[in-house]
């Protein structure tokens, strides 16, 4: 059973550029979740996604942005970066009925200059 | 603010040892208690989790200990190996919320051989 992909595995920017992620889910997992992980802040929620339609959203600012599409994979965007944005970005996907089976994929590697 | 609170930051234990990290809350909506971990280069993965209303659960060399009344909850790792070495997150999540989780800072493990 392949677990949750996440594409690209690393990523370089320049400030102010837009940066897009992207999260395939486990088969049958509905929903998606995405937390940024940084030495300082450790794990933060972003969002999570469920049917399409945002379900949760965390303490970010606009500037983080998601959708999740019809076959259940997600993207993340991340609009004007700064350097703060530099950060592992995990996506965890789960089924419907509760956090049981709630997977991490491996997270993209995303470095702000 | 942080909800949940993680110590220690980092520990060393000699192989064949016990490792004890420790995580309290103070928000009673909590309802299930994760721990996951962490190896370099790669997501959380779900070690074992609990919810309130038991006060143990172990899992091979694994177990959880949960004290309602205090708002606190620890890791017990039965004879420590140096495969264990990685970095512990534990976490919460409320019932009506179950897909969001606050994870604790974190505990790198060093268990020297």
């Known amino acids: ?113 | 603010q942080q909800q949940v609170k993680q110590s220690p930051q980092s520990l060393i234990v000699q192989k064949g040892g016990i490792s004890i990290i420790n995580c309290a809350y103070e928000n009673t909506a909590f309802d299930y208690f994760p721990w996951y971990q962490q190896f370099p280069g790669k997501g959380p993965a779900l070690l074992i989790a609990i919810r309130p209303d038991v006060s143990e659960k172990k899992e091979g060399r694994f177990t959880i200990s949960f004290n309602k009344s205090a708002k606190q909850f620890s890791l017990h790792i039965m004879d420590s190996q140096p495969g264990d070495s990685a970095t512990y997150f534990c976490a919460a999540s409320k019932k009506d919320n179950f897909n969001k989780f606050y994870f604790g800072s974190g505990t790198k493990l060093n268990v020297k051989p």
């Open chain 1, 1 to 113: 059973k392949a677990g949750v992909t996440q594409t690209p595995r690393y990523l370089i920017k320049t400030r102010g550029q837009q940066v897009t992620l992207s999260c395939s889910p486990i088969s049958g997992h509905r929903s998606v979740s995405w937390y940024q992980q940084t030495p300082g802040q450790g794990l933060q929620f972003l969002f999570e996604y469920f049917s399409e339609t945002q379900r949760n959203k965390g303490n970010f600012p606009g500037r983080f942005s998601g959708r999740q599409f019809s076959n259940s994979r997600s993207e993340m965007n991340v609009s004007t970066l700064e350097l703060g944005d530099s950060a592992l970005y995990l996506c965890a996907s789960s089924l419907v009925g509760g956090p049981r089976g709630y997977t991490f994929g491996s997270g993209t590697r995303l470095t702000v200059v």
